[in-house]
């Protein structure tokens, strides 16, 4: 079935450490998305990309970092430098400018 | 700078009745809007995609409306069900159509 599969689904982190999210689509999509969803605060744009080995900051990129050397896949780094990594992160899919496609999401928390 | 609102935060109705959750957002130039439905601990699953040329998109009891001048749109569940019971969520893109940004939700409840 075609669709957005992330994983892993849930992730602890230690303090200090780097950990990557991944995120892989077979539906011929150009552009991909990571979003950040905390209670009370909506969903936040991390990091978008329209093409591949090209990316652009979101609204809130500071302590992460993407790579896209494939159509297909899209991962997200969350590093020490994110103060705050505990959340639910979803990653998205679509042609450039039409309906969005969301993954399940992978739910990280710092111990 | 593009703002999203949806009113009420929550809902609760008894199982069978017909029900409307509200969107609103301030920038009216907007090339479309998407409904969304998000389960407890899942993802988002997209509902709906309205196109700014269009008024309603209709998919079986959902209905959505967009009315651009006045930066609203609604959603029309019909003959609601307790399966329904999630929180929906609107979002209209901004900065050149490639990124959305979302309203914070309504959380639906449909008593049995």
């Known amino acids: 079935d075609g669709g957005i599969t992330q994983s892993p689904k849930y992730l602890f982190r230690k303090e200090g450490q780097n950990v990557t999210l991944s995120c892989e689509q077979n539906?011929?999509?150009?552009?991909m998305y990571w979003y950040r969803q905390d209670p009370g605060q909506g969903l936040r744009l991390i990091y978008y990309s329209q093409i591949v080995n090209d990316f652009q900051k979101g609204d809130i990129a500071e302590g992460y970092s993407v790579s896209r050397e494939k159509k297909e896949s899209f991962p997200l780094t969350v590093t020490s430098a994110q103060k705050n990594p505990t959340a639910f992160y979803l990653c998205?899919?679509?042609?450039?400018?039409?309906?969005?496609?969301f993954g399940e999401g992978s739910r990280l928390t710092v111990l | 700078k593009q703002e999203v609102t949806q009113i009420p935060a929550a809902l609760s109705v008894p199982e069978g009745e017909n029900l409307v959750l509200n969107c609103s957002f301030t920038?009216?130039?907007?090339?479309?809007l998407q409904w969304f439905r998000q389960d407890p601990g899942k993802g988002l699953t997209s509902l709906l995609l309205i196109q700014s040329s269009q008024r309603e998109q209709t998919s079986g009891r959902l209905n959505a409306s967009l009315d651009k001048s006045s930066g609203r749109s609604t959603l029309y569940i019909a003959a609601s069900q307790p399966g329904d019971s999630a929180t929906y969520l609107c979002?209209?893109?901004?900065?050149?159509?490639?990124?959305?940004?979302f309203g914070q939700g309504t959380r639906l409840t449909i008593n049995p």
């Open positions: 979002a209209v893109p901004y900065q050149g159509a490639q990124k959305l940004v």
């Open positions: 998205a899919s679509s042609i450039s400018g039409r309906e969005l496609f």
């Open positions: 539906l011929n999509h150009d552009a």
């Open positions: 920038d009216s130039a907007i090339y479309n």
